[in-house]
Each structure stands twice: as C-alpha cells, then as structure tokens.
C-alpha cells in the first residue's frame, strides 16, 4: 500500500515538473512570436540611455578616512580618593556615556550635517553658506523663491544671521536636507574594522569641490563636539579647582602681605601681646601655602586625567582633487537602458496575455 502511495506521489511531481516545462515552453513561443516589438522596445531603451549619459551629471565622492583611538578613562587617583570619602561624583568622569560608536551617530546627526551647512563657502565667486551653495547646485533655490514660502532675499540662510532667529521655513529646509542626505545615502560611514576603529565617511554630490569641503568641516565638526563632550566632566573639574587654587593663592598672598606690614617690636613681656596680629598672619600664611600645594598637585592630577580621556582622532586619508567620479558612460547608458526596455515590454506583454485568457 505503501509503494503504491509513494508512486503516485512520484508521477504527480513528475506531472507537475512536464506542465511547468511546457509552460516555460508556450511562452517562449509566444514571444518568439513578438520578437519585432522587443527588438524596437529594447532598441529604443538603449537609445534613452545613450542619451541620458550625456545628460545625467557625473557625481563626485569626498571621502575621510581616519582612526579613533579610545583611552581608558578608568578614573584617576584622586577620583578614587574622592569616592572613598562619599564625594566621587564630583570628580567622576561622564565619558563613558560617548563611544566610538557614538562618533558614527554624530557624524549622521542633524546637529552635525546642519553646523557644517551654515559654514561659509565660496561658490561662483560669492561667499555664502554651504546650504545656500548646495540649493544653488541643485537648482532649488529657484523653486524656494515663489510666494507660497515667501522668501525674497538673495540668500536664504544669510551668513550673519543668528541660528536662534531662522524662521520655519529656514528650519525646514535644513532638516529636509540633513534627513535626504542620509536617507538617499549621499553621506554614508563606513566602520572597515572594529577592532583598530578604522572609519571612512563618504559624501556625494555632482560638485567636486562642495563634495571635498562639506566632508572635511563635517568631520572636523564632529571631532570636536565628540572630543568637547567625552571630556567635558573633567574640564569642568579642572576648572573648579583652578577656582579654588586662585581663591587659596589670594589667600595666602594677603596672610603674607599682612604680616610683612606690621614692624617687628621690640617689647617687654607685659605688652607682648601687641605681637600677637604678626604672628597669626605668618601661620596664616604657612597654612595657605600648604593648602595651595596640595591644590595643586591635586589640579595636575586632573590635567593628567584630561589628557587620558581626550580620545586621540588620526585622519588617514583626506579628500585630494581630483574625487572619485561616478558617471553613466555611454556604453553603459545603452545596455543599462536597452536592458531596462526589454523586460518592461516583456512583462507587459505577457500580463496582457494573462489577462486575454481570464478575460477572452
């Protein structure tokens, strides 16, 4: 019974393997038979793209290559003498909040695409901002002058103006180009290897020198947020105790001052009290002064903690005229476009023959 069930099932797929082949079959026929419409389609899809190569604008690829080198930031010895006391937040290092995976996320921040936007640049011998540059390249700023957006200056993002004072209209148009940039993947980061940290940021654009500037400032915009924010706790550490040592050194100074004011007496022992305001300003003196050394030692040791966060940044490769060009050669126009037309009509012509069926 077994057997028999085993050969029926056989010749079912042996049936189903035939009618796909004669399918196959069939419609290779029935195209044989349109071969002239898919020659003149085809033909004329190469024709478009032939024309398209001269007609699509090359785009050109800036890219930056550098390393991150993260420094331990395990604390420092006073960090640890602070805690045992119940004070370590106070010399505590927030830096561990911003990885090396964090400087990938700024790179594709808004923040960091639309400061790099509002920096200067010189374009057709008029200095603008970037964003203004990158509209007049792309033809947009022509289509941003009309009266449904009411904007009637020359420049749309005016370089003395005040990022606090944009209108919604300025706000927009920044974050449609910064939220486009990444989407359409015209700056894209590349991590080569995560253990050595190796990073390449690449942006395009069909102008050469736009390409080349907006990926150097945006990563040197990057690199100091990134660099400000890893070690902002101990720039603020270092900046509390430098107040404390200028406070205690003042100090000390007046102690000193004041001592070296009043005369040396010479009294009998009834009246030597009348040394008594000397005195308490020399051991005034002596205590600010070993108050202050300890304060600044304690400021070195901070400065040498800063330096152990500061994350060391290493560009690799810098952008160098002339960029990588991407362009649609003819050659490539032509089978790209014939190839294009071909499966088009195809598809076309074999849903209607579908639908003719269902449908006589």
Known sequence: MDDNLKVKSANQNNDSIKDLINTIKELWSFLLTKWKIILIVGLSGGIIGFGLSFVIKPRYTGQVSFALIEKGSGGSSLASLASSFGFGGLFSSGGDVFTGDNLLEIIKSRYAIESTLLTDIEYEGNKMTMADAYLKIYKLDKKLKNKKYGIKTD?????????????????????????????????????????????????????????????????????????????????????????????????????????????????????????VPRVQHEYNAMLYGTVYTEVLKNLETLKLDLARETPIIQIIDSPRFPLKKTKLGKAKGIVFGGFIGGVLIVGLLLGRRYINQIYP
């Open 155 to 275: 420049y749309i993002f005016p370089l003395n103006q005040d990022r606090e004072d944009f209108s919604r209209i300025q706000d927009s148009v920044l974050y449609v180009l910064s939220d486009n940039f990444v989407k359409s993947k015209k700056l894209s980061i590349i991590r080569k290897e995560k253990k050595i940290s190796m990073v390449s940021a690449n942006f395009t654009c069909i102008n050469e020198q736009f390409s080349k500037i907006f990926i150097e400032r945006l990563i040197q915009q990057t690199i100091k947020f990134y660099t400000e924010t890893r070690t902002a706790q101990s720039r603020n550490n270092i900046n509390m105790m430098q107040h404390t040592a200028d406070s205690i050194k003042g100090l000390y100074e007046e102690a000193l001052y004041g001592g070296a004011a009043i005369p040396q007496l010479n009294v009998n022992m009834a009246i030597q009290t009348a040394a």
